[in-house]
Protein backbone atom coordinates (compact mmCIF):
# COMPACT_ATOMS: atom_id res chain seq x y z
CA UNK A 1 0.00 0.00 0.00
CA UNK A 2 1.51 3.44 -1.36
CA UNK A 3 -0.33 5.25 1.55
CA UNK A 4 -3.09 5.76 3.84
CA UNK A 5 -6.27 8.48 3.27
CA UNK A 6 -8.20 8.94 6.24
CA UNK A 7 -10.98 10.81 6.40
CA UNK A 8 -12.99 12.20 9.38
CA UNK A 9 -16.41 13.24 9.54
CA UNK A 10 -18.75 14.83 12.32
CA UNK A 11 -22.56 14.24 11.78
CA UNK A 12 -25.25 15.25 13.89
CA UNK A 13 -25.12 11.46 15.56
CA UNK A 14 -21.77 12.53 16.79
CA UNK A 15 -23.69 15.74 18.69
CA UNK A 16 -26.34 13.61 19.99
CA UNK A 17 -24.64 10.29 21.06
CA UNK A 18 -21.29 11.82 21.99
CA UNK A 19 -22.48 15.53 23.01
CA UNK A 20 -25.43 14.47 24.30
CA UNK A 21 -26.81 17.55 22.37
CA UNK A 22 -30.55 17.36 21.73
CA UNK A 23 -31.73 16.13 18.59
CA UNK A 24 -28.18 16.44 17.39
CA UNK A 25 -27.82 20.03 16.90
CA UNK A 26 -24.64 22.37 16.98
CA UNK A 27 -25.98 25.59 17.83
CA UNK A 28 -28.89 25.15 20.36
CA UNK A 29 -32.03 26.55 19.29
CA UNK A 30 -32.10 28.00 15.93
CA UNK A 31 -31.19 31.79 16.07
CA UNK A 32 -34.48 33.04 14.51
CA UNK A 33 -35.84 36.29 15.68
CA UNK A 34 -38.34 34.93 18.62
CA UNK A 35 -35.55 32.76 19.63
CA UNK A 36 -32.86 35.21 19.84
CA UNK A 37 -30.73 37.68 22.16
CA UNK A 38 -33.41 37.93 25.09
CA UNK A 39 -36.08 36.08 23.43
CA UNK A 40 -33.81 32.72 24.14
CA UNK A 41 -34.61 30.88 27.37
CA UNK A 42 -33.27 32.59 30.81
CA UNK A 43 -30.77 31.95 32.72
CA UNK A 44 -32.47 32.08 35.78
CA UNK A 45 -35.01 29.40 35.18
CA UNK A 46 -38.98 30.17 35.60
CA UNK A 47 -40.16 27.14 36.66
CA UNK A 48 -37.57 25.65 39.21
CA UNK A 49 -35.96 28.07 42.03
CA UNK A 50 -32.32 27.80 42.07
CA UNK A 51 -31.65 26.36 39.14
CA UNK A 52 -29.17 28.44 36.50
CA UNK A 53 -29.11 27.50 32.87
CA UNK A 54 -25.55 28.84 30.86
CA UNK A 55 -24.58 28.04 27.90
CA UNK A 56 -25.25 28.37 23.57
CA UNK A 57 -29.23 27.67 24.67
CA UNK A 58 -29.65 30.35 26.84
CA UNK A 59 -29.33 34.13 27.34
CA UNK A 60 -27.74 35.44 24.85
CA UNK A 61 -27.00 33.24 22.47
CA UNK A 62 -24.43 31.00 20.83
CA UNK A 63 -20.66 31.11 19.77
CA UNK A 64 -17.74 31.58 22.23
CA UNK A 65 -18.24 35.15 22.98
CA UNK A 66 -21.94 34.44 24.00
CA UNK A 67 -21.21 31.67 25.93
CA UNK A 68 -19.06 33.40 27.98
CA UNK A 69 -20.93 36.65 28.41
CA UNK A 70 -23.77 33.94 29.10
CA UNK A 71 -21.49 32.44 32.04
CA UNK A 72 -21.10 36.28 33.30
CA UNK A 73 -24.75 37.15 33.31
CA UNK A 74 -25.23 34.12 35.00
CA UNK A 75 -22.65 34.64 37.96
CA UNK A 76 -24.21 37.80 38.63
CA UNK A 77 -27.81 36.58 38.61
CA UNK A 78 -26.37 33.89 40.87
CA UNK A 79 -24.79 36.64 43.28
CA UNK A 80 -27.39 39.04 43.10
CA UNK A 81 -29.66 36.19 44.31
CA UNK A 82 -27.25 35.48 47.07
CA UNK A 83 -27.26 38.69 48.08
CA UNK A 84 -23.05 38.98 47.23
CA UNK A 85 -23.40 42.71 45.79
CA UNK A 86 -21.56 43.74 49.08
CA UNK A 87 -19.29 40.87 49.04
CA UNK A 88 -15.64 41.43 49.20
CA UNK A 89 -13.88 43.71 46.51
CA UNK A 90 -11.73 41.11 45.06
CA UNK A 91 -15.04 38.66 44.68
CA UNK A 92 -17.02 41.26 43.20
CA UNK A 93 -14.46 41.72 40.50
CA UNK A 94 -14.35 38.62 39.81
CA UNK A 95 -17.70 38.88 38.47
CA UNK A 96 -17.47 42.27 36.50
C1 LIG B 1 -18.71 23.22 13.67
C2 LIG B 1 -18.81 24.38 14.65
C3 LIG B 1 -18.01 25.49 14.47
C4 LIG B 1 -18.07 26.56 15.36
N1 LIG B 1 -17.26 27.64 15.18
C5 LIG B 1 -17.29 28.67 16.04
C6 LIG B 1 -16.41 29.78 15.89
O1 LIG B 1 -15.60 29.84 14.95
N2 LIG B 1 -16.49 30.79 16.77
C7 LIG B 1 -17.37 30.76 17.82
O2 LIG B 1 -17.39 31.71 18.61
N3 LIG B 1 -18.22 29.71 18.00
C8 LIG B 1 -18.20 28.67 17.14
N4 LIG B 1 -19.06 27.61 17.32
C9 LIG B 1 -20.05 27.65 18.38
C10 LIG B 1 -19.45 27.31 19.74
O3 LIG B 1 -18.59 26.19 19.59
C11 LIG B 1 -20.60 26.95 20.70
O4 LIG B 1 -21.57 28.00 20.71
C12 LIG B 1 -20.07 26.77 22.13
O5 LIG B 1 -19.05 25.80 22.16
C13 LIG B 1 -21.22 26.30 23.02
O6 LIG B 1 -20.72 26.18 24.33
P1 LIG B 1 -21.57 25.45 25.45
O7 LIG B 1 -20.72 25.46 26.66
O8 LIG B 1 -22.95 26.03 25.52
O9 LIG B 1 -21.79 23.95 24.91
P2 LIG B 1 -20.70 22.85 24.53
O10 LIG B 1 -19.40 23.47 24.11
O11 LIG B 1 -21.42 21.95 23.57
O12 LIG B 1 -20.44 22.12 25.89
C14 LIG B 1 -21.40 21.27 26.48
C15 LIG B 1 -20.63 20.12 27.11
O13 LIG B 1 -21.52 19.43 28.00
C16 LIG B 1 -21.29 18.05 27.81
N5 LIG B 1 -22.48 17.32 28.30
C17 LIG B 1 -23.67 17.13 27.67
N6 LIG B 1 -24.50 16.43 28.44
C18 LIG B 1 -23.83 16.18 29.60
C19 LIG B 1 -24.17 15.49 30.79
N7 LIG B 1 -25.38 14.93 30.97
N8 LIG B 1 -23.25 15.42 31.76
C20 LIG B 1 -22.03 15.99 31.61
N9 LIG B 1 -21.65 16.67 30.51
C21 LIG B 1 -22.55 16.75 29.51
C22 LIG B 1 -21.04 17.87 26.33
O14 LIG B 1 -20.39 16.67 26.06
C23 LIG B 1 -20.14 19.10 26.07
O15 LIG B 1 -18.79 18.82 26.28
C24 LIG B 1 -18.99 26.52 16.44
C25 LIG B 1 -19.79 25.37 16.63
C26 LIG B 1 -19.72 24.33 15.74
C27 LIG B 1 -20.58 23.12 15.95
Known sequence: M?????????????????????????????????QTASFRPKNRSEDVRGLY??????????????????AKMTARLIAHDLGLERAPKGLREGLA
Open 2 to 34: DRLVYTHFITPDYFQWTLNSHLGNAFGPEPVLW
Open 53 to 70: LVGQSYQPGAGLPSVMMS
